[in-house]
């Protein structure tokens, strides 16, 4: 890229790190920037800023927030004696859009991987068990996602949690595994079948 | 001849590592081609039918698409996906294990016919393990630190053969250094040296090996698994068996298994 001028290389190197972005798809990014009316490129700039500057962990849940405690954490409306698990703060966005869930959060960031080097200490594990020990907690349900690294990392915490835990009544729920809406059932495999079939209830 | 574009074969998925957006690298084990690695294209997507048939020590059958870096999955189907395994976060560590040893030692694109029977095998033989396990706490049973022994003699079992598949072949009869047959005494174990030294050579010691563990190896190294008997070792002997089997894999390797610290996580609880 020496034949173009040096700024428009360098936004077209840095947009093609993005995930899923190539230099094709980062050039023709570059150049609508270029193009666009120079306070529309001001808001792109300060927006991406503002994320990295104001953007903090809450302290609590872990879960990305602007205010430290999160806005779900430091909701009274919110059920406060239980607490959902999810690998990622994507996670959350999820489950907050069904609407159904109306009790906390813990954000793991990620799962356990012996095979890629992802160890206890590398994901909130011990933060999380830390939020259970005072026993205003009753229910734990771990929506870690539904594969074999998450079902071993739910098991690892539930094991965790009956092991370092002496909370009466707490219960240790896991998400329902099933065929999701639309599919086919020819198509789903085993584990998912048999899951499912486990999991059948009377209409 | 045309080349052939795609091709149908039955693989052990090792390991997966995500890509892009929806995209995933898997490591397989496969019976012909030996460790390879495959592109499965949008199978982090919720509507993918791949996914299922594509996790972790799933035994699935494929169809590859000949690709420029990566062979493309276009078709999977579980073959047998180990669900007893899958719910009991003991068996899964040890699977954990098996993957990793397997995908260390065994190179890439180097057929490996032995070594994929016998992952196949002990996968089977836990999964059977944990189906009867599950039985036995179903009908009442109270658990044991006893349901485990076995399961790690079978660890010892596979780490035994897969070193003796990969060329590596735990020396057990006779001294690893000097050549005579070992006696029924108390004798020393060096990785370096490839195994069991005797007691003349005893300079060169690493570690000693009680007779107990050398004749509980050398059973291990000359039967097959439905032939070994139950027996009951104490943790000890466990222990002492353990820690040459991992140093010569260490050795071997130049670094530790991740797997290590999180079956050590489990034995330090149940005790």
């Known amino acids: 890229m020496s034949d173009v001028a040096a700024?428009?290389?360098?936004?077209?190197?840095?947009?093609?790190?993005?995930?899923?972005?190539?230099?094709?798809?980062?050039?023709?990014?570059?150049?609508?920037?270029?193009?666009?009316?120079?306070?529309?490129?001001?808001?792109?700039?300060?927006?991406?800023?503002?994320?990295?500057?104001?953007?903090?962990?809450?302290?609590?849940?872990?879960?990305?927030?602007?205010?430290?405690?999160?806005?779900?954490?430091?909701?009274?409306?919110?059920?406060?004696?239980?607490?959902?698990?999810?690998?990622?703060?994507?996670?959350?966005?999820?489950?907050?859009?069904?609407?159904?869930?109306?009790?906390?959060?813990?954000?793991l960031h990620g799962a356990l991987s012996p095979l890629n080097g992802i160890g206890r200490k590398d994901i909130r594990i011990d933060e999380l068990l830390k939020r259970l020990v005072d026993g205003s907690v009753h229910e734990v349900i771990l929506a870690t996602n539904p594969g074999f690294e998450g079902d071993y990392t739910a098991g690892v915490i539930k094991d965790d949690i009956k092991n370092k835990i002496t909370v009466p009544h707490m219960k240790v729920t896991t998400l329902a595994r099933g065929l999701p809406l639309g599919s086919d059932l020819e198509y789903a495999d085993e584990g998912t079948l048999s899951r499912a079939l486990e999991g059948r209830r009377e209409m | 001849?045309?080349?052939?574009?795609?091709?149908?074969?039955?693989?052990?998925?090792?390991?997966?590592?995500?890509?892009?957006?929806?995209?995933?690298?898997?490591?397989?084990?496969?019976?012909?081609?030996?460790?390879?690695?495959?592109?499965?294209?949008?199978?982090?997507?919720?509507?993918?039918?791949?996914?299922?048939?594509?996790?972790?020590?799933?035994?699935?059958?494929?169809?590859?698409?000949?690709?420029?870096?990566?062979?493309?999955?276009?078709?999977?189907?579980?073959?047998?996906?180990?669900?007893?395994?899958?719910?009991?976060?003991?068996?899964?560590?040890?699977?954990?294990?098996?993957?990793?040893?397997?995908?260390?030692?065994?190179?890439?694109?180097?057929?490996?016919?032995?070594?994929?029977?016998?992952?196949?095998?002990?996968?089977?033989?836990?999964?059977?393990?944990?189906?009867?396990?599950?039985?036995?706490?179903?009908?009442?049973?109270?658990?044991?630190?006893?349901?485990?022994?076995?399961?790690?003699?079978?660890?010892?079992?596979?780490?035994?053969?897969?070193?003796?598949?990969?060329?590596?072949?735990?020396?057990?009869?006779?001294?690893?250094?000097?050549?005579t047959e070992l006696k029924p005494e108390e004798n020393g174990f060096t990785p370096t040296l490839g195994g069991a030294v005797c007691p003349q050579c005893s300079q060169l010691w690493s570690q000693a090996l009680s007779l107990n563990a050398l004749k509980v190896m050398r059973l291990l190294q000359r039967t097959e698994w439905s032939h070994v008997p139950h027996l009951r070792l104490d943790l000890r002997l466990q222990a002492e068996i353990e820690a040459a089997m991992h140093s010569l894999i260490r050795y071997h390797l130049e670094r530790d298994l991740k797997s290590w610290g999180f079956l050590e996580m489990l034995t330090v609880h149940t005790s």
């Open chain 2, 1 to 179: 001849m045309r080349e052939q574009r795609s091709y149908p074969t039955d693989a052990i998925i090792l390991k997966h590592t995500d890509l892009g957006e929806a995209d995933r690298v898997l490591t397989l084990l496969t019976p012909y081609k030996g460790k390879i690695r495959a592109l499965a294209k949008g199978s982090r997507r919720p509507g993918s039918k791949k996914a299922g048939h594509l996790e972790l020590l799933c035994y699935s059958q494929l169809q590859l698409a000949v690709g420029r870096t990566f062979d493309v999955v276009t078709q999977a189907q579980a073959k047998e996906n180990f669900f007893h395994l899958r719910n009991d976060l003991w068996y899964m560590t040890c699977g954990f294990y098996l993957a990793e040893l397997v995908d260390r030692f065994v190179e890439d694109r180097m057929q490996q016919m032995d070594v994929y029977t016998l992952l196949l095998d002990t996968l089977r033989t836990l999964d059977a393990d944990a189906a009867e396990l599950k039985k036995r706490r179903a009908e009442g049973a109270e658990p044991s630190p006893q349901d485990r022994d076995r399961t790690r003699l079978l660890m010892r079992y596979f780490e035994i053969y897969l070193l003796t598949y990969i060329g590596y072949e735990p020396v057990l009869r006779n001294c690893a250094h000097c050549g």
């Open chain 1, 7 to 107: 700024p428009v290389a360098a936004l077209v190197e840095e947009l093609s790190k993005l995930p899923g972005v190539g230099v094709k798809t980062a050039q023709r990014l570059t150049f609508f920037i270029l193009r666009s009316p120079t306070d529309q490129a001001r808001r792109l700039a300060e927006a991406i800023i503002r994320v990295k500057e104001s953007i903090v962990y809450c302290s609590r849940c872990y879960n990305i927030t602007e205010t430290d405690p999160c806005s779900i954490c430091s909701n009274p409306g919110r059920d406060q004696d239980s607490i959902c698990v999810v690998e990622e703060p994507l996670d959350v966005l999820a489950l907050e859009k069904t609407g159904v869930y109306k009790g906390l959060y813990h954000v």
